[in-house]
């Protein structure tokens, strides 16, 4: 993982993504999927400049099935936002920076 990004699994993501204080981009992903690696830099990104503001998390879906069936997970890469324990938005697919910081800009607050 990049340096601002954590991986989470069925096991932490409990503490990590719906305890967290902070919102929570949690990016599902797999080893075997080309859309994951064409937008993982972009979310790499994103923690870096949003760091301190907003956690940004990636999901192995393959390791970890639980959360992703929980999650109603159909395609990946799929981001979803988490504030206060609650989905608030998803994006399913590949998408520019622009609309993935537009997802998660309402949440962070003196933004």
Same mark, same amino acid.
């Given at each position: 993982?990049?340096?601002?990004?954590?991986?989470? =699994?069925? *096991? =932490?993501?409990? =503490?990590? &993504?719906?305890?967290?204080?902070? /919102?929570?981009?949690?990016?599902? !992903? *797999? $080893? !075997?999927? %080309?859309?994951?690696?064409?937008? +993982?830099?972009? &979310?790499?990104?994103?923690?870096?400049?949003?760091?301190?503001?907003? @956690?940004? +998390? @990636?999901?192995?879906?393959?390791?970890? /099935?639980?959360?992703? %069936?929980?999650?109603?997970?159909?395609? $990946?890469?799929?981001?979803?936002?988490?504030?206060?324990?609650?989905?608030?938005?998803? $994006? $399913?697919?590949?998408?520019?920076?622009?609309?993935?910081?537009?997802?998660?800009? /309402?949440?962070?607050?003196? &933004?």
């Amino acid at each position: 993982m990049a340096g601002n990004v954590i991986e989470v =699994t069925d *096991a =932490t993501f409990q =503490t990590e &993504v719906l305890n967290s204080p902070i /919102p929570v981009l949690v990016d599902f !992903w *797999a $080893i !075997w999927c %080309a859309p994951c690696r064409v937008i +993982a830099p972009t &979310v790499e990104q994103i923690a870096e400049e949003y760091a301190g503001r907003l @956690k940004v +998390a @990636k999901m192995n879906v393959d390791e970890n /099935p639980m959360t992703p %069936a929980r999650y109603g997970i159909k395609g $990946i890469p799929t981001l979803i936002l988490f504030k206060d324990g609650e989905e608030k938005d998803r $994006i $399913i697919g590949v998408t520019a920076k622009e609309n993935i910081v537009r997802m998660f800009a /309402p949440y962070l607050g003196g &933004v």
